[in-house]
Every structure is written in C-alpha cells, then in structure tokens.
C-alpha cells in the first residue's frame, strides 16, 4: 500500500474516531438536512401545481428551481419567495413560518459540523468555527474551539425531526386548502413546537488592531 494511502487511512478522522458516538451523530446530522430539503422540495412542488399528481412537470420544475442554486442559503432564499405568497394567501403563513424558521435554524447548524474543524483534547471533542474566522479580516486570527457534548448533538438530532414534522404540516395543510391528493393519505397534526438548540458560543477571532471581538 502506498505511504500516502496509509497515511490518510490512519489520520483522515483521527480527532472524531476517539468520540465514535458523536462522529457517527454529526454524519447523522449532515446527511439529515439532505433530507429537510427535500421535504422543502415537496412544498415547492404542492405550490406550483394543485395537480401534480397529472402533471410530473411541477416536479421537474421544482428540482431545476431548487438545485440549479448552489449554496443551501440560496436555496432557502429562492424557496421562500416561491413558497411564502401561496401560503399567505392560503392564510398559512403561521406553520410555514414556523417551518421555514426550522429549517433554517438546521442549515445553520449543518454548515457548523461540514464547516467546522474538530479536535479532541483531554477525552473531550471540541469544534471550531472557520466560517466567523473566514469573515475576519484583521492580520491575525484565532480559532477558539467550543466544547461538543453528546447531549447537544442528541438534542439537535431531536430538532432535526421537528424540522421535517413542521415541513410534512406545512406542505399537507397547503395541499388540504387547494384540494390536492395527499400523498400519505392522512392529515398530518401539527407537531409541538421545541426551541432550536443554542449553537454555542461564537469563536473570538482578534480584529485589525489587536483586540478580541465576538
């Protein structure tokens, strides 16, 4: 096996191989917003077409609208300013308010583990922020690395599920208003709302003139 094989087998996740648990929660969470915005798909998909059940365009449509954008901001932004009038004038904005509220509180919280850097220091697993250093643009940075528990992940993971709850509500009460088929058969009862957990502290990076700013 060639040396940089090995050395890539046994360093490419060395920090998050000693906090298996954790490793294995942040994938979880990275790969679970792939599915938020599908879920966000849907209800692009229920506001373009009251029958898109006979017509598969609303559906090839609403793919090229949403992943022709780069950047789950982007596609959260163009989303909205499809979704937000036909839900308003279906007097729905409070669930999709609120779904859309969760969802982006996910992207944020998807960006800081595919954006972020970890470390294991001492038994605990700490991550770094390198998008609040990115923005910086001061001639010294520092990374201040935040500590990560399994409870917090455990805790993001439950709202994860609460995001996909709200966008499943939001998306059968449009298709219940304008007289679409529901695609699981059911009304769907609005979930129990739960705060987005906190993502922690914001790293202190050092501004141009030598003092820590937030």
Do not use: W
Not at 35 to 45: C, I, K, P, S
Not at 56 to 74: D, F, H, M, Q
Request: aromatic share 6%.
């Amino acid at each position: 096996m060639p040396l940089s094989a090995i050395v890539m087998q046994h360093s490419l996740l060395i920090q998050l191989d000693k906090h298996p648990q954790e490793r294995d929660l942040i994938g979880k969470l990275i790969l679970a917003y792939g599915e938020l915005e599908f879920m966000l798909l849907d209800m692009v998909r229920a506001t373009l077409g009251e029958n898109h059940d006979e017509d598969p365009n609303t559906t090839v449509t609403a793919v090229r609208i949403l992943y022709r954008l780069r950047s789950e901001a982007n596609r959260l932004s163009v989303a909205d300013a499809i979704i937000r009038p036909k839900m308003a004038a279906h007097d729905l904005l409070k669930p999709y308010c609120e779904a859309f509220q969760a969802i982006f509180a996910c992207k944020n919280i998807r960006n800081r583990y595919a954006h972020g850097q970890f470390v294991s220091i001492k038994g605990h697993l700490r991550i770094g922020d390198l998008d609040a250093v990115a923005k910086t643009t001061g001639p010294e940075v520092q990374i201040n690395f935040q500590l990560l528990t399994l409870e917090h992940l455990k805790k993001e993971f439950e709202y994860f599920a609460y995001a996909e709850h709200t966008l499943i509500h939001a998306t059968n009460q449009l298709r219940l208003k304008t007289g679409q088929k529901l695609p699981l058969g059911a009304v769907i009862p609005k979930p129990q709302k739960i705060p987005a957990p906190k993502l922690g502290n914001r790293p202190k990076v050092r501004s141009p003139q030598g003092k820590k700013k937030a």
